[in-house]
């Protein structure tokens, strides 16, 4: 038994929810928030059997595809009271994700 965790861009978790959902795959939602741009994340486990790793890691690929978004920083110019707001470009979304082995599962 394997643990699947993937670690996605909130805009990709509710498709990907769907699309796992459909392939009879098990899944707990988690929500979490990203380190540098502190956006909204999502966590998904899933519980499979080693054979349908690749299964799972497909549909995570298909549908978490990487893309472009433009964002502020807010650097300080002058005094601590003035911020002046400069947009940069950041690549979103993708997947992170970590298979892990189960020692033991079970379900009550």
Known sequence: MKLIIAIVH??????????????NFGITKLASTG???KSGNTTLLVGTKEE???EVIS???????TRKEITTTSPMIGDNANFIPIPIEVVVGGAT??????E?????
């Open 10 to 23: 909130d805009d990709d978790s509710n498709k990907l929810v769907e699309k796992l959902t459909e392939a």
């Open 35 to 37: 380190g540098f741009l």
């Open 52 to 54: 349908k790793i690749d």
């Open 59 to 65: 549909i995570i690929k298909n549908v978490c595809k």
């Open 97 to 102: 994700i970590f298979v892990v082995d189960i």
């Open 104 to 108: 033991r599962f079970e379900k009550a």
